[in-house]
């Protein structure tokens, strides 16, 4: 299950299937395709502004700056009940990315929403170890996404 939550408006230019919440969960599925992830978490994905990803970033990870993604997990609080995750990417952050990088905002907005579906099922960068099974993770789902035509 994952639902879609915008606080913020999508560029002007941005595709249709970004406003789709079915988009998302068809690239939820190829991240838990190629990560070997069995347990679908229930999702919520959080379109949010600078501002407000600001004031999260420095209250749960201590850094006072926008982020461009945020991931969060929260176990059940019955043992029936799914494990729960969100993910909040700040959308004029991946505006700005995307031009920085010269690709789509579709694009970013892609590796953001891999970036943080594979946090929220535990996967990691800062250690260089971590880093070297994630790295190759992130491009492997977007090889997939891309051969799939969901970008």
């Known amino acids: 299950m994952l639902q879609l939550i915008a606080h913020t408006p999508f560029p002007a230019r941005a595709s249709r299937v970004l406003r789709d919440a079915r988009w998302y969960a068809s690239l939820y599925a190829i991240v838990r395709v190629c990560a070997g992830i069995r347990k679908e978490y229930a999702l919520t994905v959080v379109l949010e502004g600078d501002e407000r990803v600001r004031e999260l970033n420095r209250v749960y990870r201590g850094h006072d700056k926008t982020t461009d993604v945020l991931s969060f997990t929260y176990p059940p609080l019955m043992p029936q009940e799914p494990v729960?995750?969100?993910?909040?990417?700040?959308?004029?952050?991946?505006?700005?990315?995307a031009k920085?990088?010269?690709?789509?905002?579709?694009?970013?907005?892609?590796?953001?929403?891999?970036?943080?579906?594979?946090?929220?099922?535990?996967?990691?960068?800062?250690?260089?170890?971590?880093?070297?099974?994630?790295?190759?993770?992130?491009?492997?789902?977007?090889?997939r996404a891309k051969k799939e035509e969901i970008l």
Do not use: C, N
């Open 84 to 97: 729960t995750g969100e993910v909040i990417i700040s959308v004029p952050q991946a505006v700005r990315q």
């Open 100 to 143: 920085r990088y010269t690709t789509s905002f579709a694009q970013e907005m892609t590796r953001l929403l891999i970036h943080g579906f594979l946090h929220v099922h535990g996967f990691d960068h800062i250690r260089e170890k971590d880093r070297a099974i994630m790295r190759p993770l992130e491009r492997r789902v977007m090889y």
